[in-house]
């Protein structure tokens, strides 16, 4: 029996000390109840009294050194594991980073952004108003009845007889002198919408900036300064504008304002079409119907009110010459600006 045991004891260790032991098999096979350590100690009732503890104290030695084998070599599996795991999940924190795309604003967001800060810092607040229009805002409150040929010039998309997409932004100013009493002084940037077809110079869906101040003993002398301010902000401190009469239904008298230009200085060059100056904006005193539409009292109040597509001015600065590059979001045009 005490060869049994030793034999027991060499093998387990020889087959313990193979490269990639099965250690459940291998506890199983002399542990295990039914195992052949588990077997000899079975047969010790066959032993004389002598022998039995002696015996008996060689099985329980060749157990503890068994299961301490089978431990230690679990340990060292474990150990090899973490280190193997180390090595293929080790990151060179030297390596250069993937720098994330970073993505910027559209020219035509940073041109209506550096619009609204020079009117914010003049004092006026910024209002919206719907995409989606009646007729009497976009058109009749502003003074173009039915069949006026203004209609004809700002032809938009109609979703019923009576909602339309708005043409101009200037219906945003009947929606403000129906909510506030004066003084008002308001911007109003946003999306407008005309049924034209897409070439360099034109677009279905453009921008524009709308302004207007009323009150009090408000004169054309306030809406001049006012925009020569904002154009020496706009253009640089050497601009100077020029108001040419013109006809707008809503303003009376209206002005088409023109500055400088701020290529040439006003000598003539390719950006102004060698006429020095470059058109802007619409712009007027606010149209007694207007304000009487919007329940203002025309003999006490007076306003002035402007009108600028963000599309054009956004070009002039950066020289762009086809509108469409505007809405194709090619990166290599937008990552420029
Ligand atoms: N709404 C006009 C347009 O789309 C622009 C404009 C002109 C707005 C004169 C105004 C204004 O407020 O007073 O052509």
């Known amino acids: ?25 291998i506890r199983i096979q002399y542990l295990g109840k039914k ?54 999940e080790r990151i060179d924190v030297t390596m250069p980073g993937v720098a994330p ?58 979703i019923t007889e009576n909602i339309l997409l708005r043409s101009q932004t200037s219906p945003v100013q009947v929606h403000v002198m129906e909510e506030q009493r004066p003084p008002i002084r308001i911007i109003s940037p946003g999306r407008v919408y005309r049924s034209d077809a897409m070439d360099a110079t034109h677009s279905p869906l453009f921008h ?5 101040v009323v009150d009090r003993g408000i004169t ?19 601009t100077r504008i020029r108001f040419r009469p013109h006809h707008f239904p809503f303003t009376e008298p209206s002005a088409e304002v023109d500055v400088s230009c701020f290529a040439c200085g006003g000598k003539g060059c390719r950006l102004c079409k060698g006429e020095g100056w470059i058109e802007i904006l619409g712009a007027g005193m606010v149209h007694p119907n207007v304000l009487r539409n919007c329940n203002i ?38 990552s420029q600006f």
Do not use: C, W
């Open 208 to 212: 524009q900036l709308e302004g207007l």
């Open 101 to 158: 795309a970073r993505g910027r604003r559209h020219p035509l967001a940073i041109i209506q952004h550096e619009m609204e800060e020079i009117f914010i810092g003049m004092g006026f607040q910024i209002a919206e108003g719907p995409e989606v229009e009646y007729d009497y805002y976009n058109f009749q409150a502003l003074n173009i009845p039915e069949n006026h040929p203004a209609r004809d010039t700002q032809d938009t998309f109609y």
């Open 297 to 334: 009292d025309p003999e006490e109040y007076s306003g002035f009110a402007f009108g600028m597509g963000i599309e054009r001015i956004t070009m002039l600065k950066y020289h762009i010459d086809d509108i469409r590059h505007l809405y194709e979001n090619d990166v290599r045009f937008l």
């Open 220 to 238: 054309m002398g306030d809406l001049k300064g006012m925009l020569e301010l904002a154009a020496k902000q706009m253009f640089g401190e050497q």
């Open 1 to 25: 029996m005490r060869e049994t045991l030793e034999r027991i004891r060499s093998t387990a260790m020889e087959q313990l000390a193979a490269p990639n032991a099965d250690l459940e098999q």
């Open 35 to 88: 195992g052949e350590l588990t077997a000899v100690l079975r047969g010790m009732g066959k032993l004389s009294a002598e022998e039995r503890p002696v015996i008996g104290q060689l099985a329980n030695e060749v157990r503890a050194d068994i299961e301490a084998a089978i431990t230690a070599q679990a340990e060292k599996n474990a150990a090899a594991a973490l280190e193997k795991k180390l090595v293929d």
